[in-house]
């Protein structure tokens, strides 16, 4: 943290700049509070030579967006940015909340090598987010020591695709903004496009990098074809990095098995009790003690002078860049010289004229360089150890080196491409070339974007604000390396299927997958996954049908997905705006719509019978369905209500007769899908509205249903006489005659409750979760919450019961005395209780929320392995809101998030 100088901004938008934080090669970071002391941000603002190019700002305002599509787990989100792109100063920026934390460059220059321990927590928390990137089939493409954080919480990244992570940034000819990279990884020297594989190996780099305080491969040439040193490197960790360091792309362990090894329980759970040295913790407390004297007006912090004559310029690649700028003597270039037959440079140089970022694949990252910014000294009283050979500066070639010139702009989209293809030799990494394709190559796609899912029985909570979804760790020191790091926009999911699938819609054959043996910790790979078309509306409902069908309504349609290939089957407009999909027999699927019940086939979607609400009720002329309670086996348990005119009595004699009235009726049905026939109805109070009450399914026993009213359609007098408690009622299952009413013990209005068919209620009581005897009323046994607990919905198997909570803890227990069998954490930082599935057989317990789902093994609780998905990267897409859904059948679990279907092997 350093002074102001006199030509940095004042303010941007609301936040006034007390401090720089540091600089990276495209932006500046800053420290700035906004209305009160306590609310301080870092504001990442472009440099200004950069602000000037239109591709570099269309790309650091696309990348913003980006960042924030990406917050979750180790990653922040962006809370504020202009709105035109720009700040006042004309350029663009973001903030981020501000947490007290360091550079990984400016630790190893404060503490030098960090032990173990905290190498492994650094490794894991980086991996995690590597996984979920990778789960999209997307390149990270952004680590560098200068772009990892260091907090007391956790290690935290902040930047995303080679600018993040470059040595160097410039104007290139033409408008053009040229990246100068560090090392690249060898397949990215052999001509190769980067992959997954590339971030595992610069992960290798950088976790050598912190064990030892140097890099195992000092230049290219080591790179390409040497061995890494790692004599240095902790025993326990020399062959996971030496696997993360091979030569060969498809012998590096993936990064979901790298966070395993390093951290089983999570990385969140390993740094809980501390994981920084002393000194660095100090470092890091101390920053935030100067931070709070700024904001607070206690330390000054105005502008000085900028500095004359710097030795160093983000121009000076001979000192950013570890590979020097010239080609060395080879066999095709003994001069070394420049010129129009010499071997070219690697780089990245993007064309201002392109219209969208290019796709992540085409994006080459540089293994990082891990100069500290020139204008950040060690602190005085530690004198900061030699910088490794690849910190050193290098020393260019004598004489002026011409630089390539750009190709002139085209009005083309426009794609990364490496000078001289593949079959060129190996040059020195650095530079690459933007050229333009022809007008019919594809542009990148747009990954889905889930909404919230519709309010029936086994669905993810609807997402949480974000800035409410990181409460436990905290947000991290802001996009410290640049969000113009993101440039690395776009990319596909792997092994997508989708309703415009090519491939028959018949075809049997199970769509592409390279599932294989799961390790600990990390998520099998999915036997398919299926993306509902981005031209259609969210799903809204998914159901299985029959373990042979996926079945999502939508607002236009119903559509159907096969459970053994992932691939669309047939959709129906009738069956537009559903409220479920459920079994009615082997040959059909009944759907619940806005105005109608129907019965689709099975095997190609058509409707063979249909029954409207208006008019296929006796007795109750223009009946409006609400929603559907749940149903069991092949009854259906759904609330409806009608306008009924109640005639005036008759008058006495010598009176005028009264007038008729309209009046609102409201029953709870109970209908058979397989016959096709309404069971019973029974009269229930109206909502508020006045219109028909909204009932949830507690229980179903062989005697009796048991509902409880959501408190949001009770009317102002029911609400009253509740008290705040929920009441509870119960009808006979045969005929629908009302059996009892009552509340048990503090159990609120929303308070979460399930029942089970031998007469035991079990509900969120305050933090705890009570069993309750019904009707009775009499407590069985409580069993505690940890902390400020509420308990989510629990799941009845067999003799135990399946317990869930905010603390994100998921248990068992059993049902019969209330004794915990097991209770393990998913470490995720949600503040609401996950979801909870369990599979038929009992075997696996999976809760998902809003940011993951984490697979416990039935027996023990043991923790399985952990499934994220980034959601959308596309900066114009919808916001990801919706939470995760599970649904399981045999041996398989369907998990989705919006329009994302993945289908995963289970024990």
């Given at each position: 943290m350093e002074a102001l100088r006199q030509d940095d901004p004042g303010r941007f938008g609301p936040y006034t700049v007390l401090a720089r934080l540091r600089e990276t090669a495209a932006s500046v970071l800053y420290l700035a509070r906004g209305e009160t002391a306590q609310d301080l941000v870092v504001v990442t603002a472009a440099r200004p030579e950069l602000a000037a190019l239109p591709a570099f700002r269309h790309r650091f305002d696309a990348e913003a967006r980006i960042a924030d599509r990406l917050a979750g787990g180790w990653v922040a989100e962006v809370l504020d940015a202009p709105a035109d792109g720009s700040g006042e100063d004309d350029r663009p920026w973001t903030a981020s909340a501000y947490v007290p934390a360091l550079t990984l460059t400016e630790a190893i220059g404060t503490v030098g090598p960090l032990p173990e321990r905290a190498v492994r927590i650094l490794g894991a928390g980086i991996a995690e987010t590597l996984s979920r990137v990778h789960a999209t089939g997307t390149v990270f493409q952004g680590l560098s020591p200068r772009t990892v954080l260091l907090a007391e919480d956790g290690p935290w990244l902040t930047a995303f695709g080679p600018l993040g992570a470059a040595a160097g940034?410039?104007?290139?000819?033409?408008?053009?903004?040229?990246?100068?990279?560090?090392?690249?990884?060898?397949?990215?020297?052999?001509?190769?496009?980067?992959?997954?594989?590339?971030?595992?190996?610069?992960?290798?780099?950088?976790?050598?990098?912190?064990a030892t305080g140097t890099t195992p491969l000092a230049d290219a040439e080591r790179i390409a074809r040497g061995e890494p040193e790692l004599g240095d490197v902790p025993e326990a960790l020399r062959d996971l990095i030496a696997r993360c360091l091979a030569k060969d792309p498809a012998a590096r362990p993936g990064a979901g098995t790298v966070a395993a090894e390093l951290a089983l329980e999570g990385a969140a759970g390993l740094a809980?009790?501390?994981?920084?040295?002393?000194?660095?913790?100090?470092?890091?407390?101390?920053?935030?003690?100067?931070?709070?004297?700024?904001?607070?007006?206690?330390?000054?912090?105005?502008?000085?002078?900028?500095?004359?004559?710097?030795?160093?310029?983000?121009?000076?690649?001979?000192?950013?860049?570890?590979?020097?700028?010239?080609?060395?003597?080879s066999?095709?270039?003994?001069?070394?010289?420049?010129?129009?037959?010499?071997?070219?440079?690697?780089?990245?140089?993007?064309?201002?004229?392109?219209?969208?970022?290019?796709?992540?694949?085409?994006?080459?990252?540089?293994?990082?360089?891990?100069?500290?910014?020139?204008?950040?000294?060690?602190?005085?009283?530690?004198?900061?150890?030699?910088?490794?050979?690849?910190?050193?500066?290098?020393?260019?070639?004598?004489?002026?080196?011409?630089?390539?010139?750009?190709?002139?702009?085209?009005?083309?989209?426009?794609?990364?491409?490496?000078?001289?293809?593949?079959?060129?030799?190996?040059?020195?990494?650095?530079?690459?070339?933007?050229?333009?394709?022809?007008?019919?190559?594809?542009?990148?796609?747009?990954?889905?974007?889930?909404?919230?899912?519709?309010?029936?029985p086994n669905i993810a909570p609807p997402a949480e604000p974000r800035r409410g979804g990181m409460g436990r760790r905290g947000l991290l020191i802001g996009a410290a390396a640049g969000v113009a790091g993101l440039l690395a926009g776009g990319g596909t999911l792997y092994a997508l299927t989708s309703g415009d699938d090519d491939k028959p819609k018949d075809d049997p054959k199970p769509a592409p997958t390279t599932a294989g043996p799961s390790l600990s910790g990390v998520a099998p790979q999915p036997l398919w996954i299926h993306t509902h078309p981005a031209d259609e509306p969210l799903p809204l409902t998914a159901a299985l049908w029959n373990d042979r069908l996926l079945v999502l309504t939508d607002q236009s349609h119903v559509s159907a997905v096969d459970l053994r290939t992932g691939r669309r089957l047939w959709e129906n407009a009738d069956g537009a705006?559903?409220?479920?999909?459920?079994?009615?027999?082997?040959?059909?699927?009944?759907?619940?719509?806005?105005?109608?019940?129907?019965?689709?086939?099975?095997?190609?979607?058509?409707?063979?019978?249909?029954?409207?609400?208006?008019d296929g009720f006796e007795d109750a002329p223009d009946l409006s369905v609400r929603t559907l309670v749940g149903s069991a086996g092949t009854t259906i348990w759904f609330t409806g209500s009608h306008k009924a005119t109640v005639?005036?009595?008759?008058?006495?004699?010598?009176?005028?007769?009264?007038?008729?009235?309209?009046?609102?009726?409201?029953?709870?049905?109970?209908?058979?899908?397989?016959?096709?026939?309404?069971?019973?109805?029974?009269?229930?109070?109206?909502?508020?509205?006045?219109?028909?009450?909204?009932?949830?399914l507690i229980a179903v026993r062989p005697d009796a249903v048991i509902v409880r009213q959501d408190h949001l359609t009770l009317t102002p007098a029911a609400l009253k006489a509740a008290k705040?408690?929920?009441?509870?009622?119960?009808?006979?299952?045969?005929?629908?005659?009302?059996?009892?009413?009552?509340?048990?013990?503090?159990?609120?209005?929303?308070?979460?409750?399930?029942?089970?068919?031998?007469?035991?209620?079990?509900?969120?009581n305050g933090t705890g979760l009570r069993a309750f005897e019904t009707p009775a009323g009499k407590a069985k046994w409580t069993l505690k919450g940890t902390g400020k607990t509420v308990f989510g919905p629990s799941v009845v198997t067999g003799d135990l019961l399946h317990t869930t909570n905010s603390n994100q803890e998921v248990g068992a227990v059993d049902r019969g005395n209330g004794k915990l069998k097991w209770r393990r954490s998913t470490e995720s930082a949600e503040t609401k209780a996950p979801a909870v599935t369990v599979t038929k057989s009992g075997d696996t317990v999976f809760a998902a929320g809003y940011g993951q789902v984490t697979a416990f093994s039935g027996a023990d609780g043991r923790r399985l392995w952990k499934f994220q998905d980034i959601g959308n990267q596309d900066p114009d897409g919808e916001t990801v809101k919706a939470g995760y859904q599970v649904l399981t059948y045999g041996k398989t679990a369907i998990v989705r998030r919006g329009r994302t279907v993945y289908a995963f092997p289970v024990a």
């Open positions: 940034a410039e104007a290139g000819p033409g408008g053009g903004l040229s990246v100068r990279l560090g090392h690249l990884t060898p397949e990215q020297l052999a001509g190769e496009t980067a992959g997954p594989a590339s971030d595992l190996f610069v992960l290798g780099l950088l976790l050598a990098y912190a809980a009790g501390g994981w920084l040295p002393g000194r660095l913790s100090a470092a890091v407390a101390a920053q935030g003690v100067r931070a709070g004297r700024l904001a607070a007006g206690a330390e000054p912090g105005g502008p000085v002078p900028a500095p004359v004559n710097e030795s160093v310029s983000v121009k000076n690649v001979s000192v950013e860049n570890p590979v020097p700028d010239h080609n060395p003597a066999e095709e270039n003994p001069s070394g010289a420049q010129g129009a037959n010499a071997p070219k440079s690697y780089g990245d140089v993007w064309d201002a004229v392109a219209p969208a970022p290019p796709p992540i694949q085409d994006a080459v990252p540089g293994v990082f360089d891990a100069v500290p910014p020139h204008h950040q000294a060690p602190p005085p009283h530690h004198q900061a150890p030699p910088p490794p050979a690849w910190q050193q500066p290098t020393v260019a070639a004598p004489g002026p080196i011409p630089s390539t010139p750009a190709p002139p702009p085209d009005t083309h989209t426009t794609q990364l491409k490496a000078i001289g293809g593949p079959a060129a030799p190996w040059p020195n990494p650095g530079t690459y070339e933007q050229q333009p394709y022809a007008q019919t190559a594809p542009p990148p796609q747009p990954l889905p974007v889930p909404l919230p899912p519709a309010p029936i705006k559903g409220q479920a999909a459920l079994a009615a027999g082997e040959e059909h699927c009944f759907v619940a719509g806005p105005s109608e019940f129907l019965w689709l086939s099975a095997k190609d979607g058509r409707v063979a019978h249909r029954v409207a609400y208006a005639k005036a009595p008759a008058p006495k004699k010598g009176e005028k007769r009264g007038k008729d009235k309209q009046v609102v009726r409201s029953y709870l049905f109970a209908y058979d899908v397989v016959g096709r026939k309404e069971l019973w109805r029974t009269p229930v109070p109206n909502g508020r509205g006045p219109i028909a009450p909204v009932f949830r705040k408690k929920g009441i509870f009622r119960s009808f006979d299952r045969e005929t629908g005659k009302a059996q009892w009413s009552r509340r048990f013990g503090s159990v609120t209005l929303d308070g979460a409750a399930v029942g089970d068919a031998e007469g035991v209620l079990y509900a969120a």
